[in-house]
């Protein structure tokens, strides 16, 4: 029996990386005649850090992801995809994109770009794509090719 999947997480974030998970969790949804979700995570925890902290920056930063996750809808929509639809998160990428919102939204196949950062991010910052693949309780795909299944992430140097 093949393995069918219902309920298909993708992670967007702006990086090449995730638009190559993007590019595939189309693809994917469609096979399997799934629901995409879409998930941008605003992390609250950079707002910290603004000594002028201003709740106009979060709406800011909240209207801007509003477009651009609507213009993911759209392309997938236009590529055929009939159900899809987009999650704006608030707090720890992390915990929100290997936990709760998988868990909330009966996941059951996270699809992530390998991780955008160096070395030397990865070491002080850990990485979000590890965090997820340990701790998520469903299948987690990390998505390093195109859609030809060619390399299209440069190795770390």
């Known amino acids: 029996m093949l393995q ?4 298909i997480q993708v992670a967007i974030d702006g990086s090449s990386e995730s ?9 994917v949804s469609k096979r399997n005649n799934a629901e ?3 998930v941008h995570v605003i992390d609250t925890r950079a707002f910290q850090n603004v000594s002028s902290f201003d ?9 801007t ?16 995809l009939e159900k899809v639809d987009y999650f704006i998160e608030y707090g720890s990428p992390k915990s929100i994109l290997g936990r709760e919102f998988p868990n909330r939204e009966k996941v059951d196949l996270i699809m992530i770009g390998a991780t955008g950062l160096n070395a030397v991010e990865r070491l002080l910052l850990g ?9 998520a309780t469903c299948d987690v795909l990390v998505v390093r090719t195109d859609l030809d299944n060619k390399p299209a992430l440069k190795a770390d140097k």
């Open 4 to 7: 069918q999947y219902h309920r």
């Open 19 to 27: 638009e190559l998970a993007f590019k595939k969790a189309v693809a």
């Open 36 to 38: 995409l979700l879409l």
């Open 55 to 63: 709740s106009a920056m979060v709406e800011e930063v909240s209207e």
């Open 65 to 80: 992801s509003k477009k651009t996750m609507a213009e993911y809808v759209k392309t997938a929509k236009d590529d055929g």
């Open 127 to 135: 990485s979000v794509t590890e965090f997820v693949t340990r701790n």
